[in-house]
């Protein structure tokens, strides 16, 4: 007969018996074989489970604890998961007992830095391993570098750098965290003017499967530099901390037009011809379709409209009168200008004079993005794509534009290849939980469809959608056998995987070259007699 250990074990092994009534819309075999499964894995192993709250420095969160519901949650409702475990690691320490646990229980473990995956492969049914407690951020001002951990997320990042007028690219949502940022590849409205937040990585530590850690820069474990930045996260291993090369930005000036919807598709003349590759690099932004809360149809329907959201390296007369040919189409407005550190000018122009439409707890979506290739923007039928926005099936529904060219294309050499598109078109599709989510998912397909006309089938890895047929092609191209020898050779058991991970065919060999580990790589997890 199973010993209860503890008041709080009991609280987990009832929660996790309920949760077969408390989840009727959860598929009832699976979530009966969950339930089985994590009754038996949990009770065999107590003690265990005790003895690891106790050598943590961080936490362990299980079913029944007040905080599960919240922390077991990721960022899109359409994919729900039950995880046994989550564990909230303060410490190198905490990630190294944590992977210990997972081997010894034949766990899967789901490494989580900020929550902003899209298809939530964040979380999983088995553990969760919570990195946003590694949140540091080291600045060495004279070196120009920045040491920061992988939980760290962007508002403190920016506030702190523009403390030093120094500047790393960055996500333009506040609650990106760098670990998912950087091995998705990390877009940002500054990445034509210094690459892709992963071309300014230097080095980074990540620990392996068994505990061990590796740093990897260009010169040591540089077949894992390469992999780990734009090969997604949950791969090869759990990323530390990322050390970076910064950028001193003193000041930028930020801009925000809007369009009506019926002139979008001249809109999109004008930055493909214009305002992409072609676009002096000081010039990035993001743009796109969205819907004007502030002035409703009688339905209640938001009004459709066409936004570009700026940022310029430069003066405020240079960048106006770039932009001269879109200020002066009809329906032009310039809602906002303004001179400052990158930081506060970024979060004026994204949130004034309204912030993004944001779902609701009861909407959930799904995204896709696909690249534009340069010199075939025209092929795009525009006003299409524009007549599709016209009919979203939600409010909420969004296409945004984000450019290409300048640094990106000169950066290069690791595992995110796209380099020398002219822009990329992601979009995202919602719909309310219980209801049928067909609609929204023909909307995407709809509009995806109008934009292969300008390009292939290659899809920018930040986006994931769990419906994407071939992700391996549209994510990494020819990249991908390389990618799978990395991953045997660093993970060779395949601790970490998830639908869209990387390898392994067996027949893969893993790199030859030999794993350079830290002098303090390989500490017990344990203490010994």
């Not at 032009?332 to 001179?339: D, G």
């Amino acid at each position: 007969m199973l010993r209860i250990h503890s008041e709080r074990t009991k609280r987990t092994l009832d929660k996790i018996q309920s949760w077969r009534t408390e989840q009727p819309a959860r598929d009832g075999e699976q979530l009966e074989t969950l339930t089985k499964a994590t009754t038996t894995e949990l009770s065999t192993s107590l003690p265990a489970l005790e003895q690891l709250e106790q050598q943590l420095l961080g936490t362990v969160v299980r079913p029944g604890d007040p905080d599960y519901e919240k922390l077991r949650r990721g960022i899109n409702p359409a994919y729900n998961a039950y995880p046994k475990l989550i564990i909230l690691c303060e410490c190198d320490g905490d990630v190294r007992l944590s992977l210990k646990y997972a081997r010894d229980y034949n766990l899967k473990p789901s490494v989580r830095s900020g929550g902003h995956n899209f298809a939530n492969y964040c979380v999983n049914d088995d553990m969760v391993i919570d990195l946003s407690q590694l949140n540091q951020v080291h600045v060495d001002y004279e070196a120009r570098e920045v040491v920061t951990g992988v939980g760290t997320k962007m508002d403190k990042l920016g506030r702190i750098l523009d403390g030093y007028n120094l500047h790393i690219p960055q996500a333009s949502d506040d609650s990106v965290a760098i670990g998912g940022y950087l091995q998705a590849g990390g877009y940002s409205m500054t990445a034509r003017a210094f690459g892709m937040n992963c071309d300014s990585a230097i080095s980074f530590r990540m620990m392996l499967a068994d505990g061990s850690i590796v740093r990897a820069s260009e010169t040591v474990n540089s077949d894992l530099f390469d992999a780990v930045r734009g090969g997604t996260g949950n791969n090869f291993g759990v990323l530390l901390d990322v050390t970076y090369r910064a950028q001193v930005l003193a000041s930028v000036f930020g801009f925000r037009l809007q369009w009506s919807n019926a002139v979008s598709a001249e809109v999109m003349r004008l930055l493909c011809e214009n305002y992409a590759v072609t676009a002096p690099q000081e010039l990035g932004y993001l743009a796109g379709w969205v819907t004007d809360p502030r002035d409703p149809s009688p339905e209640g329907r938001a009004k459709p409209v066409f936004t570009m959201m700026g940022i310029f390296l430069g003066t405020a007369e240079q960048a106006l009168e770039l932009l001269q040919p879109l200020l002066q189409l009809d329906t032009a407005e310039l809602q906002l200008e303004l001179t400052g550190p990158f930081n506060s000018v970024a979060d004026k122009i994204m949130m004034e004079p309204y912030p993004p439409v944001r779902p609701t707890e009861d909407e959930a979506f799904v995204v896709r993005s696909n690249y534009v290739h340069q010199g075939a923007g025209a092929r795009v039928s525009w006003q299409d794509v524009a007549t599709a926005f016209d009919n979203a099936p939600c409010d909420t529904n969004f296409i945004t534009i984000e450019p290409y060219g300048g640094e990106i294309a000169k950066s290069g050499g690791n595992a995110f290849v796209h380099r020398s598109v002219m822009l990329n078109v992601w979009l995202g599709s919602y719909w309310k939980l219980g209801e049928d989510d067909q609609p929204a998912k023909e909307w995407r397909d709809e509009v995806i469809g109008l934009v292969l006309t300008g390009g292939s089938e290659t899809s920018c890895q930040s986006y994931p959608d769990r419906d994407q047929k071939d992700f391996r092609g549209a994510y990494w191209k020819s990249a991908y056998p390389e990618l799978v020898r990395v991953k045997n050779k660093y993970d060779p058991d395949c601790l970490f995987q998830f639908q869209q991970s990387i390898g392994p065919p067996a027949s893969t060999p893993a790199s030859s070259e030999p794993i350079v580990f830290e002098p303090y790589a390989q500490q017990s997890a344990e203490p010994t007699r």
